[in-house]
């Protein structure tokens, strides 16, 4: 039972075809949210329109 709570994967053959594209969504997902967030203030209703 030890073992098993200890198991890290660190020895699974294809450890790089998991982390690098679940890094890589990591990252798209920080990304899309932050320019989510950008869009929805220059679009938000009820705030004036600024001259940038």
């Known amino acids: 039972m030890l ?4 198991h890290t994967g ?10 690098v ?3 890589l969504s990591f990252v798209a997902g920080l990304g ?3 320019y989510s967030d950008r ?3 220059r ?3 009820g705030q004036p329109a600024s001259d940038d």
């Open 3 to 6: 073992n098993t709570l200890l």
């Open 10 to 19: 660190a020895q699974h053959p294809d450890l790089l075809w998991i982390l």
């Open 21 to 23: 594209p679940s890094f």
């Open 32 to 34: 899309v949210a932050s």
């Open 39 to 41: 869009l929805r203030e």
């Open 43 to 45: 679009t938000s209703p």
